[in-house]
């Protein structure tokens, strides 16, 4: 992986359009991709490249996805596999779970979707290798054992939502969320409020995260340097401060 991109990615799909697409919109989000276009290439290119997570077609006209992926962890490949399928088939599911895959999205699908589930899925694995459970964004620490949130030290106090809502953005440290974005992975994919609710919560989470005071060396009362931030006609952010 280089050091700009935040993984590197397989992208396997008989369908030019869809893998092309995959591609382009993976690349845009910040991964490195590579693409094989059947199931034999897609072992070769996997081999080649040892990928950080594979997006794997099932129905493949030469060698289905199941039959790769039970290929490559014979090969000792134990890279994440989010599974692509036109058929939503509980049998199906179990057998992609069975046979080594992570999780399954169903065609057709919404890139959002895609990219949202690839990083759930990253995240998931790089905390198994990983024994420290806090995630860290400047002096903001989350501890995911405890469900502790501070800020300068000091311990904030946030509802589930809320909560919720700062994991994502801390997880996504750097890169600029929709608020089509934050409310699939927040409210989920069923939510059919209006996208004003973003903007109240991302409101509250300023005032607890960004409104925190301190005493300096000094004795003078400072206010830590905001870290949530608004990309105005795109959507919210949260990142180090910046000299």
Known sequence: MTQNNEARLVVVDDEPSIRELLSA??????????????????????????????????????????????????????????????????????????????????????????????????????EQ??????????DL????????????GQLIDLSPTEYKLLRYLMDNEGRVLSKAQILDHVWQYDWGGDAAIVESYISYLRKKIDGVAYIDDDGEEQKVTPIILTKRGIGYMIREPRD
Do not use: C
């Open 129 to 138: 290798v990983e024994d420290d459970p806090v995630i860290r964004v400047a």
């Open 25 to 126: 919109s993976l690349h845009f989000s910040g991964f490195e991709v590579v693409t094989a276009a059947n199931g034999t290439e897609a072992i070769e290119v996997i081999l080649e490249n040892n990928p950080d997570l594979i997006v794997m077609d099932v129905m493949m006209p030469d060698i289905d996805g199941f039959t790769v992926t039970s290929r490559i962890r014979q090969e000792g490949i134990d890279a994440p596999v989010l599974f692509l399928t036109a058929r939503d088939d509980t049998q199906d599911k179990v057998m992609g779970l069975t046979v080594g895959g992570d999780d399954y999205v169903t065609k057709p699908f919404s890139l959002e979707e895609v990219v949202a589930r690839i990083r759930a899925i990253l995240r998931r694995t790089r």
């Open 141 to 152: 620490e989350i501890n995911e054992d405890s469900h502790d949130v501070t800020r300068h």
